[in-house]
Structures are given as C-alpha cells and as structure tokens.
C-alpha cells in the first residue's frame, strides 16, 4: 500500500512539475516587489541618480583627515582633482558604509622614474578600520612596465588576490576602478560570520571576480578579521618619493 501510495504522489509532483513548464507560464511570473528606477548618467562614468558624489571636482567637503576625523581632509583639490599631499597622511569619508558599488578614477603623473613598489604607490581602502593603514586595500600603482610581487601590483586585494589581468593605461591617462563591495558580517561574539567579497574592473577589464578575503590586508603576517560595522572609505597617501597621484569622479551607491 505505501508503494502505491508513494509511486502516486511521486507521480502527482512529476504532473505538476509537467504542469508548471507547459501550461500556464503565469504560475512562475513575479510582479512585485518592482525594483527602485533608477536613472544613468549620460556616460557609464557619470552618477547616477541614487549616487551619493564623493567627490565632484568642487571641495574635500564629503573627506576628513584619518590621523584626526574631526580635523578636514588636508590634500589640495584644485582644477576638478584632488592630488595627494604625503605630508598629510591619509584621508578617509565622513561617512560610513557596508555594501556599495564605487566609482573612483586615478591618475598617474609622467616622469615617474622609480620602480616596484615606488612607482605611484597609494591605495584605495574598502573599509578603513583604523588609524594608519587598518583596514581592505585594492592596491593603486603604475604597473605599466613596471614588474613588482604580483599580490601587489595594480588592483591586487593587497598581499591577498593576484589580479585577473595588469589593465595598466601609461602614466598620464586617466585610470578608471569600478568597485562592488559586501563588507564582512559577524556574530555578536566578534567571530566571522560571512567574509568580505570584492568584484572590482579596471578600465573596463575584470581584475577581481568575487574574490573571498581573509581579513583586513597587512603588510606584514597573515591577514586576520575584526569585529566592525559600517565603515569609512580610505585614500592612501603613500610615503614612496614618486610624484603623488590624483583622484577624481567618485561616487558611490550603496547597496
């Protein structure tokens, strides 16, 4: 009796499962919940309507100065760019966040005579979680020519994930990263509960599919987690002698 009861019911899902991809195609249509509009830019470069611009070419009002938060951004923003200013240190967002996608474009200047690590070295911080260097670094360099550790080169998750492709552009062209960011989640007892992931292109080419980090990115050691939230977004000022980089464009959605 339960063989026949079984092969009924087993008989019963096939017909319905039939049912569902040859009768009514309205059984597998969903009409809610309708996704937000959102409006594009003119260009893929531009803002779109939900965006909160970063930086639009105007003032370091949307920055503050990682050594002191309450102090303001201290590098020059002059004709639409901002330039990094070493002495300074690092500047980082007022404010913070968890899931994002960032636009950010960087510039290279020409007579760069160094080489390696001390090529135009700064450093676009996912997450800053701290003072200094704390935090998930996508690493900005000019690797055009220019051969160093390959978990250091241009859009490497430094020391952690090697690049799909070098898309260098020559030292005097604007540079383009496009950035989508799940921020790590933990339990309440500070352990990890889901780790960050970095999909990011440059210009265009994609150099991080996804890529699983094993915590905040060091220089030194092994990468660990800590317990944080929502955080600020970091701008490398970078002790290399080479001639300091430039930023513009930046604008990001949050997720």
């Known amino acids: 009796m339960k063989k026949i009861l079984f092969s009924a019911l087993a008989a019963f899902v096939a017909m319905s499962a039939y049912a569902q991809q040859k009768g009514d195609p309205k059984l597998t249509e969903f009409y809610e919940p309708v996704p937000p509009v959102v409006t594009p830019g003119d260009a893929p470069s531009d803002a779109p309507s939900d965006a909160i611009v970063l930086y639009n070419g105007s003032d370091l009002s949307e920055w503050v100065s990682t050594n002191d938060p309450s102090k303001p951004a201290g590098w020059a ?11 300074q240190g690092n500047i980082q967002t007022k404010r913070s966040f968890m899931d994002y996608q960032l636009h950010l474009e960087w510039y290279q200047p020409v007579g760069i005579t160094e080489t390696g690590q001390a090529r135009g070295n700064s450093g676009l ?3 800053s979680t701290g003072p200094g260097d704390d ?34 552009k020559k030292p005097g062209e604007w ?31 994609l150099v991080q599919n996804n890529f699983e980090l094993k915590g905040g990115t060091v220089y030194i050691g092994q990468p660990s987690y800590k317990k944080h939230g929502a955080s600020p977004i970091k701008l490398q000022a970078h002790g290399d002698p080479s001639k300091p980089i430039s930023f513009r464009n930046i604008w990001i959605r949050e997720l």
Do not use: M
């Open 77 to 87: 923003s002059l004709g639409g760019v901002i330039t990094v200013d070493k002495s």
């Open 175 to 205: 540079q383009v990263y496009d950035v989508v960011w799940t921020a790590p989640r933990f339990n309440s007892d500070g352990s990890l509960k889901s780790p960050a992931r970095v999909t990011a292109f440059h210009n265009g080419v």
């Open 135 to 168: 935090g998930y670094e996508i690493q900005i360099l000019d690797c055009y020519n220019n051969a160093t550790y390959v978990n250091g080169q241009t859009a490497s998750i430094y020391k952690q994930g090697v690049p799909l492709a070098n898309a260098c």
């Open 125 to 127: 911080f996912l997450a």
